[in-house]
Nanobody, 130 residues
Framework: QLQLVESGGGLVQPGGSLRLTCAASGFNVGNSYIAWFRQAPGKEREAVSCISSGGKAIAITYTDSVKGRFTISRDNAQNTVYLQMDNLGPNDAAMYYC?????????????????????WGQGTQVTVSS
C-alpha cells in the first residue's frame, strides 16, 4: 500500500527553522516525482517545491516566495524526502503536504510543480508566531 507520512511541523518563532519529513512506503521516492504543497486557512493550496524523479538530470523547483530559504532533498536509502525551511515568516504558516506521482502528467494548475500528483500525505502543521 502506497503511503506518505509527513512530520516535523510545529510552532516556530519568526526567523526560525523547521525540517519537514515525508516518509514514503509502497514505492521508491528515487523513481518518483515528489512535491511539497501548503495551504493556509482561507487560501488555496499552493506548490512550495518539487523534485523530479532520479536520473541524470534532477530538476528542483521552488515557488518564488521560498527561494533562498527552503531546500528540498531526497534520501533514497531512507525512502524519504525533506523540506528544510529557514528564516520562516508568518506567511509560511500553513498545513504542509507531501505529494507523489510516478507519471509525468501536466495539470492545468498555474505556478510551479504542475504535475498531477496522485498520492498525498495527511499533512503537518507549521505555525509561525512569536
Amino acid at each position: 500500500q502506497l503511503q506518505l507520512v509527513e512530520s516535523g511541523g510545529g510552532l516556530v518563532q519568526p526567523g526560525g527553522s523547521l525540517r519537514l519529513t515525508c516518509a514514503a512506503s509502497g514505492f521508491n521516492v528515487g523513481n518518483s516525482y515528489i512535491a511539497w504543497f501548503r495551504q493556509a486557512p482561507g487560501k488555496e493550496r499552493e506548490a512550495v517545491s518539487c523534485i523530479s524523479s532520479g536520473g541524470k538530470a534532477i530538476a528542483i523547483t521552488y515557488t518564488d516566495s521560498v527561494k533562498g530559504r527552503f531546500t528540498i532533498s531526497r534520501d533514497n536509502a531512507q525512502n524519504t524526502v525533506y523540506l528544510q525551511m529557514d528564516n520562516l515568516g508568518p506567511n509560511d504558516a500553513a498545513m504542509y503536504y507531501c505529494a507523489a506521482t510516478m507519471a509525468w502528467r501536466l495539470s492545468t494548475r498555474p505556478g510551479p510543480c504542475r504535475l498531477v500528483y496522485d498520492y498525498w500525505g495527511q499533512g503537518t502543521q507549521v505555525t509561525v508566531s512569536s
